[in-house]
């Protein structure tokens, strides 16, 4: 059975009766007629597997059964000639499960034909597409319509809350794509391991890195591979991969293969010679120490807001034993001076995304996680080469708290109230062991939450400090 027809059953036990309507991504171009690779949407994937350009869908719910109607690129010879193959309505039925298939351009129409009758619309209003194609096709639907007609009992409902919901939770299927993606993941960053070296540039890591995860079946990459070298391991995002590796740095590669659709999300730091330096050595421990507690504590007993905490409070005493903070570990923690060197989150869902669909959070509690659930776990420290004096403001400084006030007098009061605290606080200034500027390190593996304990999917890549420099010398 086809993941998305289960997963249509899934939307469909949600909304009982009613439609979903949804659009697939449109080819976009780079310049002139050249496109960038077509993807998928990825919450259209999940309902369809439909994998061409400019489709729609409809999914018609009755009693809680499905029914899936799509709308597609025409065949056209002349046209699949210059752009390859079309699967067409006859294989939108045949292959895709749908009860009806249509051209794309007959969806404005075909719309309100299928809506007739029905009271809950889901769709994602948010959305271009809707305006682009929906909109107006459901002025007839919904209950705005003053043009003298009889109203429609239509509402209209979000659909992106129970899409993600759904997509939170992965079942044994999705499961295995997401395992083979980072299998294929594991082996590209063992390779990119054993042949880098000092001189190289990153790029050419990249390249036989890449290579192994085109070579094991990666469709594309999960997201622009990220191999810094040296100082560029403190860009978080750094994906130019432009620069020559320095002798003696760390690398730090953050790059996956996507599968079937599902990517995977790996980091790993590790020395170009072969050998850690002591202070890289002593920075790489103490990340290594807080990434295991991390995967450790992925289970239903623990929210993810838990595990960043537990993760914050074990970086912090990281961060006072390398003297990089000029007070105790609970200081370090309330007042937030970890966030110079630790400023992201532990981890996020992993998907169809990267950074994947659903929330943390349930009626604006943070949630127990529960099996199914896959998130990575990515604690890091970045000692930024351009701060080697910091001065840290002696202020309590509770996230939570902050958070809470964003949401209750706007981002805007509050990050202005939030300025002019720290402004106003005593500070202390405090010297960076100028051995240990410039370097930065995160681990990141997968991790799946399941009833008993977590499973790692990317273990396969060393993370002691004895196997990497086994596999990197
Ligand atoms: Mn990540």
Redesign the pocket.
């Known amino acids: 059975m086809k993941i998305s027809l289960k997963n249509r059953e899934r939307i469909a036990n949600e909304i009982v009766n009613g439609a979903v309507l949804i659009h697939g991504n449109n080819t976009v171009y780079r310049n002139n007629d050249v496109a960038y690779p077509f993807r998928q949407d990825s919450n259209f994937h999940y309902l369809t597997e439909w994998p061409e350009p400019d489709a729609h869908a409809v999914i018609v719910v009755k009693d809680s059964k499905p029914e899936l109607y799509l709308f597609v690129q025409d065949r056209n010879l002349e046209m699949e000639t210059w752009e390859g193959k079309r699967i067409g309505q006859e294989g939108a039925v045949e292959i895709y499960n749908a009860k009806a298939s249509f051209s794309n351009t007959e969806y404005p129409k075909k719309l309100t034909e299928l809506l007739e009758g029905i009271e809950n619309i889901y769709c994602d209003y948010s959305n271009i597409k809707f305006q682009q194609y929906d909109q107006k096709a459901l002025s007839f639907a919904v209950p705005y319509d003053q043009r003298g007609l009889e109203f429609s009992k239509a509402t209209l409902h979000a659909l992106s809350p129970i899409l993600s919901e759904l997509r939170l939770i992965k079942d044994t299927k999705e499961l295995n794509l997401l395992s083979k993606a980072c299998e294929i993941t594991v082996e590209g960053h063992k390779v990119a391991m054993k042949i880098a070296k000092a001189g190289m540039y990153e790029y050419q890591v990249a390249a036989e890195m890449e290579k192994t995860f085109f070579d094991l079946g990666a469709e594309r990459l999960g997201y622009p591979s990220i191999v810094a070298s040296g100082d560029n391991a403190c860009i978080l995002h750094y994906s130019t991969n432009r620069e020559i590796i320095p002798e003696n740095s760390l690398l730090l590669i953050?790059a996956a293969g996507e599968y079937g659709m599902y990517s995977s999300?790996?980091?790993r730091t590790f020395p170009v010679n072969g050998k850690f330096s002591p202070e890289q050595k002593d920075v790489y421990i103490e990340v290594l120490k807080t990434q295991n507690l991390g995967i450790e504590n992925v289970t239903t007993k623990n929210t993810m807001r838990d595990i960043h905490q537990i993760t914050v409070r074990s970086i912090s005493e990281s961060l006072v034993n390398l003297g990089l903070v000029p007070m105790g570990v609970d200081e370090t923690t309330s007042m937030m001076h970890y966030f110079e060197y630790f400023m992201h989150g532990t981890?996020?869902w992993?998907g169809l995304d990267?950074?994947d669909a659903g929330s943390t959070e349930k009626d604006e509690e943070p949630r127990k996680l529960e099996p199914g659930m896959v998130t990575?776990i990515?604690p890091g420290i970045y000692i930024r080469p351009n701060k080697p004096v910091i001065e840290f403001p002696l202020l309590e400084r509770d996230p939570v708290k902050i958070r809470d006030r964003r949401k209750e007098i706007g981002m805007e009061e509050a990050t202005k109230l939030e300025q002019e605290e720290i402004k106003n606080a005593k500070t202390v200034k405090h010297e960076v062991p100028k051995n240990l500027l410039g370097i930065g390190v995160r681990i990141?593996d997968d991790i799946v939450c399941t009833k008993k304990e977590p499973i790692n999917l990317t273990k396969g890549v060393p993370t002691s400090v004895d196997e990497i420099e086994a596999i990197c010398s």
């Open positions: 953050d999300d790996v980091t981890g996020h992993l990267v950074h990575t990515e990141e």
